[in-house]
């Protein structure tokens, strides 16, 4: 037998080995899916499959290439790189720059990211005179993509009264105008947007037997991951291109399904029996990513939700120690334990930061972690939120690039155009879109002949205009010969971007110029690798496609050691030894947006099960009492998915401060602090237990239900009004549930107004109304 075949089990080496036609493996987190995918693409390889006629399509391209790093060590041969191996946006971003043509798209087209789609939108609702407070340029932006991912074209949309009616409902009367006017915007400026890049595989399979017939022969062996995951689009994509061979392997766990909200379809699961004969169908069972704790808690959350096959996950990993659970005042000081373990950890355990991950709900979640890692000098890295790429400056000299490829560029062209200040005003602007608009043109046709338009503007904007359009050709001209990194720092140079921020001498000036440095040596650095591929040639089309579709995963060289911070959406596939899942509140995790329906529950209940089994050794629940939201200090109540933990599994370490409630609280459901309640933790290895993990109480199922009931009660578990302002006088000390320590310097006003000038310990004077400041005496 192959030796690498002795790396698989026997129901995973089943599918590896699975003969011709369609298969599915639908199985439990860390069970080998990915495993499974990347050896069966090596063991057909080694059965003398040409590399040319396997697809294999990955969540992220950080995923392809670990898979093609691994299939290459296996086969032990060059051949993985011809394989067609990336994220469904990437790899039919590439077969439309080979057969876009035939939808009347230039092969150079631009590809546009959220912020350009929305700033296109904003602006078509703007000309066409809409009410921007009603025609919300992101909810548009959202509806037209999902249109898109469903495949409803513009025509599809005006045909179904469905649709329309309830737009118009919506007030939204013109929607149909503005997904026609940004679809001819777009296709003008030879641009496509994310949701295109599907879309448009589809219209060219569909339209071109041809092209389809092609692709069909090309792809003979078509692998999916994550299949759970693919939208109404992705699906038809891979039916039509799998539909002659019939090879098609598509892995995936249907507990895993966590983006329905981008239109993910849970039946193409579902139905893929139904939708190819004689599908094999494979289940594997053991997890090799967790110890027995993490598997056995995260079976039993998912067993909570009624719709899932059923599946049978288990592991023979040692126990592990118990989920950790803590509970702390603030997200501050959620931030600060979080930071505080990851420290101990560290040290104790002797381990590097990669081996940490922190996941979140929300994107927003993140300050409050990273401040307390900051104070601590422990490195991390944010995954997601605003990248690198879409920074100002960085997108400034993109766009500059980007325009130098595709002049059509209209949203590249808006940017820059003025930027540096080169004298050419919003007014002249506008005029160029209408005139664009009017011919039928793109801006920057328009901008090559002004002499034949008259657009009303004087002499000197216009030489300004013929001056920018001279630029950006002679650009064109250098790009023939010059590699992407050549022409970059020209274009950095000479459009007086770097002196711009060079002039500005400030620290964000500064910091901008850094930036750019970054990207520049990020060009050369893919320059370099391109040098090796055999059909690249490090010219700056191929670096920008790179940019545009890469994920912020995919940046992640893994040469620097950082804890990562990242959604639990992005974690998807990914596996730490430690993760922390934090913010376990309710209306945060559940999400407030997703508790309307069962199905919305139940994805969450999805989610939190991807979270939990992202980990290896250990993993952290924390929560918060009170937490900043949308500028405001809320209460918050722990999340039902604590409590569908068993609790054999768990082990508290909130501190007994947290637990200590105003007094009527603390006696009724606590009664006194009942110390043998508390389950002290064991000291690992003779090692005392780290600093803040005492050993504590965690409420049971009727504390925490009676704990909800009284919410208004426990509105300021600090401080409360009722308490505190009566008592409270020149000279009271008092404790802030942000600001720490402190002393009452006067008392003004009377009732609702009522104010306290406080001396904090921390340096500050800070004016408080007593109406809203969560106080204590002390
Ligand atoms: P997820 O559902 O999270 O995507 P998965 O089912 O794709 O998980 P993998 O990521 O393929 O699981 O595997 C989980 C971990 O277990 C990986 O570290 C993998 O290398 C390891 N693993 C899988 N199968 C085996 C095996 N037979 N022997 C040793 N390690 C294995
Ligand atoms: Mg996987």
């Known amino acids: 037998m192959k030796k690498y075949l002795k790396e698989l089990n026997e129901a995973q080496k089943a599918p590896v080995l699975h003969k011709d036609g369609p298969l599915m493996v639908i199985a439990g987190a860390g069970s080998g899916k990915t495993r499974v995918l990347t050896y069966r693409i090596a063991y057909l390889m080694d059965q003398g499959v040409d590399a040319f006629n396997i697809l294999a399509l990955t969540f992220t391209n950080k995923a392809a290439r670990e898979m093609k790093k691994r299939i290459a060590d296996i086969v032990g041969s060059s051949e993985a790189k011809n394989l067609w191996m990336g994220t469904f946006h990437s790899v039919f971003a590439k077969l439309l720059r080979f057969d876009g043509n035939k939808l009347g798209y230039p092969s150079n087209f631009t590809i546009y990211d959220t912020q350009d789609s929305q700033r296109l939108i904003a602006s078509i609702i703007k000309e066409m005179g809409l009410d921007k407070d009603i025609y919300k340029y992101k909810q548009v932006q959202n509806r037209i993509s999902s249109y898109k991912n469903s495949l409803i074209t513009v025509k599809a949309y005006m045909n179904n009264p469905e649709l329309v009616e309830a737009d118009a409902m919506a007030k939204r009367p013109r929607m149909g105008e503005i997904y026609q006017n940004y679809v001819d915007r777009c296709f003008k400026a030879g641009a496509m947007d994310f949701d295109d890049l599907l879309l448009r595989t589809n219209e060219l399979l569909t339209r071109f037997p041809e092209v389809l017939a092609k692709y069909q022969d090309r792809f003979r062996y078509i692998l999916v991951d994550e299949y759970q995951d693919t939208n109404h689009s992705q699906y038809l994509i891979v039916k039509a291109l799998s539909d002659r061979y019939q090879n098609i392997c598509v892995v995936g766990d249907d507990a895993q399904s966590i983006y329905s909200f981008r239109g993910a379809n849970i039946d193409n699961i579902l139905n893929f029996q139904r939708d190819y004969d004689q599908v094999g169908m494979y289940r594997l069972e053991q997890n090799y990513r967790s110890t027995k704790n993490i598997v056995n808690a995260a079976n039993s959350i998912i067993a909570k939700n009624k719709n899932q096959l059923e599946k049978v996950v288990w592991t023979s990993n040692e126990d592990g120690p118990a989920i950790k659970l803590h509970r702390s005042i603030t997200d501050a000081e959620e931030g600060r334990f979080v930071a505080g373990s990851i420290f101990e950890n560290r040290m104790q355990h002797q381990l590097p930061n990669g081996n940490f991950a922190v996941l979140y709900r929300t994107n927003s979640q993140s300050r409050a972690i990273e401040d307390a890692l900051r104070k601590r000098d422990i490195p991390y890295r944010i995954y997601g939120g605003l990248s690198f790429y879409q920074r100002k400056e960085i997108k400034d ?201 069962r199905s919305e529950l139940e994805e969450e209940r999805r989610l939190f099960y991807v979270a939990l089994t992202r980990a290896e050794r250990q993993a952290y629940l924390t929560y918060a009492q009170n937490r900043y939201r949308w500028g405001k200090l809320v209460d918050a109540e722990p999340s039902r998915f604590i409590e569908e933990i068993d609790e054999k599994f768990l082990e508290n370490l909130t501190p007994v401060e947290n637990y200590r409630f105003k007094p009527l609280i603390d006696s009724d459901i606590f009664g006194e602090v009942d110390k043998s309640r508390f389950r002290q933790e064991k000291p690992r290895n003779g090692a005392p237990p780290p600093d ?62 009522k104010k306290a000038e406080i001396q904090f310990d921390q340096g500050d004077v800070k004016k408080l109304l007593l109406r809203f400041a969560k106080l204590e005496l002390i």
């Open 397 to 597: 000299i993109l766009s500059y690039l980007r325009l130098v490829i595709n002049p059509k560029d209209e949203e590249a062209l808006k940017r820059v155009i003025n930027f540096p200040t080169r004298g050419i005003g919003q007014t002249t602007v506008d005029r160029l879109v209408v005139a664009a608009n009017h011919y039928g043109r793109s801006i920057f046709e328009v901008m090559e002949n002004l002499d034949k338009i008259d657009l009303k503007i004087n002499s000197g904007t216009k030489r300004k205009l013929e001056d920018f359009v001279t630029m950006i050709k002679s650009f064109q001209i250098m790009n023939e010969g010059a590699d992407a990194f050549t022409l970059s720092e020209h274009v950095a140079k000479k459009t007086g971007i770097l002196l711009e921020f060079k002039k500005d001498g400030t620290p964000e000036g500064i910091a901008k110029m850094e930036n750019i440095e970054e990207l520049l040596n990020g060009i050369k650095d893919f320059v370099e690798g391109q040098k090796e591929l055999a059909d690249a040639t490090g010219n700056i089309s191929e670096f920008l496609e790179d940019v545009a579709l890469a994920t912020d995963l995919d940046k992640d060289t893994g040469d620097d050691d950082r804890v990562a911070l990242m959604t639990i959406h992005l974690a998807k596939g990914l596996e730490f030894p430690y993760v922390y899942i934090v913010g376990m509140e309710e209306d945060l995790f559940p999400s407030a947006m997703s508790m309307n329906t």
């Open 692 to 753: 803040s993990h005492r050993g504590n109480l965690r409420p049971n199922e009727k504390q925490l239900r009676k704990l909800r009931k009284l919410k208004p009660q426990l509105a300021t578990p600090v401080g409360n009004k009722n308490a505190v302002d009566p008592n409270l006088a020149e000279g009271s000390l008092v404790n802030h549930t942000r600001f720490g320590r402190g002393k009452v310097l006067k008392i003004e006003g009377a009732g609702n107004d």
